[in-house]
C-alpha cells in the first residue's frame, strides 16, 4: 500500500496559494509608481506628486499587505505539511 504523494491538505494549499499568487501581482501592479524603480533607470522618472493618497490607495495597500501576509501563511504550511506528512 503506497502513500499518496500530495493529499487534500497540500492540494487545497497550492490551489489557495496559486489564486493568491495572481491576487497579490495584480494588486501590485495596480498601485501608482512613486518612482525610484526601473522606469527612472530609463527615463520614465517623470512624474507628479499630488501631496496626499487617496482612500482608495489606502485600501489597495491594505489589501496588498494582507494577501501578500495570507501568501506567505501558505508557504509556511506548505513547507510544514511537506516536512511532516
Given at each position: 500500500?503506497?502513500?499518496?504523494?500530495?493529499?487534500?491538505?497540500?492540494?487545497?494549499?497550492?490551489?489557495?496559494?496559486?489564486?493568491?499568487?495572481?491576487?497579490?501581482?495584480?494588486?501590485?501592479?495596480?498601485?501608482?509608481?512613486?518612482?525610484?524603480?526601473?522606469?527612472?533607470?530609463?527615463?520614465?522618472?517623470?512624474?507628479?506628486?499630488?501631496?496626499?493618497?487617496?482612500?482608495?490607495?489606502?485600501?489597495?495597500?491594505?489589501?496588498?499587505?494582507?494577501?501578500?501576509?495570507i501568501?506567505?501563511a501558505?508557504?509556511?504550511?506548505?513547507?510544514?505539511?511537506?516536512?511532516?506528512?
Amino acid at each position: 500500500m503506497s502513500v499518496p504523494l500530495v493529499t487534500w491538505p497540500i492540494m487545497t494549499l497550492s490551489i489557495i496559494l496559486c489564486i493568491l499568487s495572481i491576487i497579490l501581482t495584480l494588486s501590485v501592479l495596480l498601485h501608482k509608481s512613486r518612482g525610484g524603480g526601473l522606469s527612472d533607470l530609463f527615463g520614465g522618472g517623470v512624474s507628479t506628486s499630488m501631496g496626499g493618497t487617496s482612500v482608495a490607495e489606502r485600501n489597495l495597500d491594505r489589501i496588498t499587505i494582507i494577501v501578500g501576509l495570507i501568501w506567505v501563511a501558505c508557504i509556511i504550511g506548505l513547507l510544514f505539511l511537506y516536512r511532516y506528512s
